[in-house]
T-cell receptor, first 115, second 110 residues
């Protein structure tokens, strides 16, 4: 597709479960970002990849959150031992800029609900 | 710590009624200020980048301006399809990620 693709679009899980969210960026975009957006708030930065490596993971809230991008394209955000406070929309964005840009192409997000 | 405050939180206008949205910011070493539009259930859509005080950008009925402390998004003669949440964000000196405000929810009534 032409845009950033995220799956699943909706995920309902129980507290304590493990969750994976997938992002397929725009072809050729080397930079990939994950953000989290809670209801009524702006997106909050989680992690930035340049190629295969996590160049900046300073926004990850704790060690239950982890993300990978093994081949420099698709990325997976992994959340262990989910908590109710993890409920939010998880947004993925990509860019063709090598670093430090705010001109991002966002996907439609994965809405996570932790019961 | 970079901070972005947007006002008002919500704004309801009649079609054709021009207005402005405000974005106040504090940032260490501004590398760019960004405006996005977000429709319900969608991801943000990039609108503008502003880099330095005095800069202006325009797109259709929207014009963004920047000072050293704030940015304005001016909407001229809006139409119902301009209804959305408008987000402001900054990129600070040492950062890789954007710091977003909470947004302004704009409703244009026909």
């Amino acid at each position: 597709g032409a845009g950033v693709s995220q799956t699943p679009s909706n995920k309902v899980t129980e507290k304590g479960k493990y969750v994976e969210l997938r992002c397929d960026p725009i072809s050729g975009h080397t930079a990939l970002y994950w953000y989290r957006q809670s209801l009524g708030q702006g997106p909050e930065f989680l992690i930035y990849f340049q190629g295969t490596g996590a160049a900046d993971d300073s926004g990850l809230p704790n060690d239950r959150f982890f993300a990978v991008r093994p081949e420099g394209s698709v990325s997976t955000l992994k959340i262990q031992r989910t908590e109710r406070g993890d409920s939010a929309v998880y947004l993925c964005a990509s860019s063709f800029h090598s670093r430090g840009t705010g001109e991002l192409f966002f996907g439609e997000g994965s809405r996570l609900t932790v019961l | 710590e970079d901070q972005v405050t947007q006002s008002p939180e919500a704004l309801r206008l009649q079609e054709g009624e021009s207005s402005s949205l405000n974005c106040s910011y504090t940032v260490s070493g501004l590398r760019g200020l960004f405006w996005y539009r977000q429709d319900p259930g969608k991801g943000p859509e990039f609108l503008f980048t502003l880099y330095s005080a005095g800069e202006e950008k325009e797109k259709e009925r929207l014009k963004a301006t920047l000072t050293k402390k704030e940015s304005f998004l001016h909407i001229t003669a809006p139409k119902p399809e301009d209804s959305a949440t408008y987000l402001c964000a900054v990129l600070g000196g040492g950062a890789d990620g954007l710091t977003f405000g909470k947004g302004t929810h704009l409703i244009i009534q026909p």
